[in-house]
């Protein structure tokens, strides 16, 4: 008798199981966003969330919850129930260089989570000001090989892409400059149009504005190719750094355990909407360029990125904090 109430709740559960799947969504979908209102990731986060709400007939709520360069987020995100209603929208620091920079984050990104959908990448942009005496990447790392620990840049962020960027360049071309530390993209700018350091490392779509002006001139591109919205600037590795490519991208996330059907249900409607004309326009005013693939194919490129930093991190000898 036993036995056969347990085979009828198991049957039952799963029954009940399979019918909450099919039937999703039934109620409003939370997107735990991974920095404050106004940034970036909220930018694109809000633009997303507004069509995808339009074709799951259900509210998408934005719940910004930002700290640690996205790992409050992520840590909330990760303890939440794995029923598709509370998905993470971050970035890659919170889901891949703030792993490989720092100890016990209270959450392991490549096992914490189901990567959904990939949704933007931004480029970041090697910069200096317009009274500056550099015409070209190659000038800037001329006499910063000429001058080693005398050329300073500003950084945006230790962890951040950018910041992984200038290390990157570092290593690559062998030079040895200093890191001035800034609280965002804002005052590392105007510290780079005033000459008080060389260059800035910072993200295009921040700076995109101040190249248009006139106020600084831009060097290189991050990306392995040249930028849609700026396709004149040359990338850093056609500049003598072949695989030079670094990126802040962005992605959807779901608490492991997530059903498998949500998952692709999601990514589904995800990719259908970075398709749209409309959506694609509004990311690129942004400063972004759309992302698509599977579930599997982010999956596999998440994974990728993580092994790729930790190679660089170890072998550049810097520190986990």
């Not at 779509?205 to 600037?233: C, F, H």
């Not at 909407?273 to 599997?296: C, H, Q, R, W």
Request: proline fraction near 6%; charged fraction near 20%.
């Amino acid at each position: 008798m036993k036995l056969l109430s347990w085979i009828f709740s198991c049957i039952a559960s799963l029954f009940f199981g399979f019918s909450a799947v099919a039937a999703y969504p039934e109620k409003p979908i939370k997107f735990i966003v991974t920095f404050p209102a106004g940034g970036m990731t909220d930018l694109l986060a809000r633009n997303l969330s507004t069509e995808l709400q339009k074709r799951l007939e259900q509210p998408v709520i934005i719940d910004n919850r930002g700290g640690m360069g996205g790992s409050i987020g992520a840590q909330v995100g990760a303890k939440s129930p794995a029923d598709g209603y509370t998905v993470v929208f971050a970035n890659v620091g919170a889901m891949t260089l703030n792993t490989v920079l720092y100890k016990n984050l209270g959450y392991d990104a490549l096992v914490d989570f189901i990567p959904v959908a990939p949704i933007a990448a931004l480029p970041n942009v090697v910069a200096v000001s317009a009274e500056s005496p550099y015409q070209t990447l190659a000038d800037l790392v001329r006499d910063a090989r000429a001058n080693p620990g005398k050329m300073s840049y500003a950084s945006t962020g230790t962890g951040a892409s950018p910041w992984m960027g200038s290390e990157l360049l570092k290593i690559m071309a062998k030079i040895d400059i200093v890191e001035v530390p800034y609280k965002g993209a804002a005052p590392a700018l105007l510290d780079t149009i005033a000459g008080r350091t060389a260059f800035v490392f910072d993200g295009l779509a921040s700076s995109l504005q101040q190249i248009k002006s006139g106020k600084i001139r831009a060097l290189g591109i991050s990306s392995a190719q040249r930028a849609v919205i700026a396709p004149e600037i040359p990338t850093v590795a056609e500049q003598g750094y072949p695989g030079f490519d670094v990126v802040a991208w962005y992605g959807l996330w779901a608490p492991s355990g997530t059903p498998k059907e949500i998952i692709q249900r999601l990514n589904r409607e995800v990719n259908s909407i970075l398709k749209t004309p409309e959506i694609k326009e509004k990311f690129e005013n942004l400063g972004a360029e759309v992302m698509y693939g599977s579930a599997d194919e982010f999956a596999a490129y998440h994974r990728s990125e993580y092994e790729r930093w930790i190679k660089f991190v170890r072998a550049s000898g810097i520190k986990q904090q």
